[in-house]
């Protein structure tokens, strides 16, 4: 398992990283693999991971593959990667369809986390929808407002986000659709109780955002 100081260390190390990409005046072509192989490296390099695999196979939805998997003396954890470009329905659904199967991963006692970058004003206006001009440029200030903050905490005083499903329903229904997913909600009902923590968030002025949360 990584332990919270790790995963601020990895933060920054991915902060550095793609914003040196950007200053090198590669930020058009900034996805998650630019997220995912520096991940790789430096859990490789400096937190002494041997077992890491890229593509993992899910180990629950059988069809579907993990970003990127590690192992340390029989911890497991699987990490799951964003780059915020541009927001839309079909978006939240993407990120919300990540979030469930990195739940039910957690509930298969594997350590979840979710990583999403972007460029800090795509980040502040489109994922986290800080709407004023002011607040986006400056990186810092405004309070997240989008459908994003009703799953993810953007607040490391209130660190916990608590999902309900049932507000999210529409959402739920095309997981279990497009995941032939048997609805656990009347079967497993503790099953949904999903909730997801900030560890670690990182939008300063001028350098690419990183957010890393661990899904419950």
């Known amino acids: ?89 079909a978006m939240f659904q993407d990120y919300f369809d990540d979030i469930l199967r990195l739940h039910y991963l957690h509930a298969d006692g594997i350590q979840a986390l979710f990583v999403v970058c972007g460029g800090p004003v795509n980040f502040n206006s489109q994922f986290r929808s800080i709407k004023k001009r002011t607040a986006v440029l400056a990186g810092k200030k405004g309070s997240a407002s989008g459908p994003f903050s009703k799953v993810l905490s953007f607040s490391t005083a209130n660190p916990v986000k608590t999902i309900d499903t049932k507000k999210h329903q529409s ?9 032939e997913f048997k609805d656990a909600t009347k079967s497993h009902p503790g099953a949904m109780i999903i909730q997801t923590r900030l560890i670690k968030l990182i939008h300063e002025l001028g350098q690419q955002s990183v957010g890393i949360w661990e899904v419950l």
């Open 1 to 89: 398992m990584i332990s919270d100081v790790e995963i601020a260390q990895l933060s920054q190390a991915i902060n550095l990283r793609l914003s040196y990409y950007e200053t090198i005046s590669f930020a058009n072509i900034l996805a998650e693999s630019s997220i995912r192989y520096p991940t790789a490296e430096y859990l490789e390099r400096r937190l002494s991971y041997n077992n890491i695999i890229l593509e993992y196979a899910n180990p629950i939805f059988k069809r579907r593959r993990c970003d990127l998997y590690v192992e340390r003396e029989r911890k497991e954890t699987i990490f799951e990667f964003k780059y915020v470009r541009d927001t839309s329905a």
């Open 171 to 179: 959402n739920y229904n095309e997981f279990c659709k497009l995941y």
